[in-house]
């Protein structure tokens, strides 16, 4: 079946350093989506890509998917404390009934 | 906007009991699925329907029955709880042409 791997599983940064994690798909997706899920809460929609090549930039946040979309980037630049949490990307192959998350990496956040 | 409810959001069984894992939402989405999460897993789809009616098993289906006899609600039962499905339980629902998934709050589930 359809896998997603997302790397690292765990990173600590320094405030104000940036932060990249990585998603990669066994199969050719046809968008991609990812979630913020802050300590105790629930996952919270970012973003989804749709597009080879595609990149999008929401504040801080860049979101970049692949020329094959089959792996896409989230790269956090100055990093603050409410960046905290545990971010996942999520691959759709077709429709939106089937979706499959990566393991999620937590990002830590050191004052 | 209520959004997505969930409950209980805690629960503790003992090993073969039975229980439901509500789950309704007030946004109209004819997508909901019900995901488990666990450390180093990530979330798991167990159960998802495209409809009232319809329901179809994902990535997780063992142990679990799902039926959607309306738009709105989405039940998730344990026939027979068993120490493996100890997890957190999220319900969402798909937001239409945006394929944005709406979560739950989640409910942790404890089998002893």
């Known amino acids: 079946g359809q896998q997603v791997m997302q790397i690292p599983q765990y990173q600590h940064v320094q405030e104000g350093e940036d932060f990249t994690t990585y998603c990669n798909s066994s199969t050719t997706l046809s968008n991609i989506q990812w979630y913020k899920q802050r300590p105790g809460g629930h996952p919270v929609f970012l973003i989804q890509?749709?597009?080879?090549?595609e990149v999008k930039k929401q504040k801080r946040l860049t979101f970049q998917f692949g020329e094959a979309k089959k792996n896409s980037s989230l790269h956090i630049t100055a990093t603050q404390t409410t960046d905290v949490g545990t971010y996942f990307c999520a691959g759709l192959r077709g429709g939106y009934q089937k979706v499959t998350f990566g393991i999620g990496t937590k990002l830590q956040v050191i004052p | 906007n209520a959004g997505v409810t969930q409950t209980p959001k805690f629960q503790v069984l003992k090993t073969g009991q039975s229980m439901t894992l509500q789950c309704a939402q007030d946004?109209?989405?004819?997508?909901m699925s019900w995901y488990r999460q666990d450390p180093g897993m990530g979330l798991r789809l167990i159960h998802y329907?495209?409809?009232?009616?319809?329901?179809d098993q994902g990535e997780v289906p063992n142990g679990y029955n799902v039926s959607r006899s309306t738009t709105e609600d989405f039940p998730l039962r344990l026939l027979s709880a068993a120490p493996s499905q100890t997890s957190v339980y999220f319900c969402?629902?798909?937001?239409?042409?945006?394929?944005?998934?709406?979560f739950g709050e989640g409910s942790r589930l404890t089998v002893l």
């Open positions: 946004m109209n989405h004819e997508y």
């Open positions: 969402a629902s798909t937001g239409p042409g945006t394929g944005e998934l709406f």
């Open positions: 890509l749709v597009k080879s090549g």
């Open positions: 329907s495209v409809g009232a009616g319809i329901t």
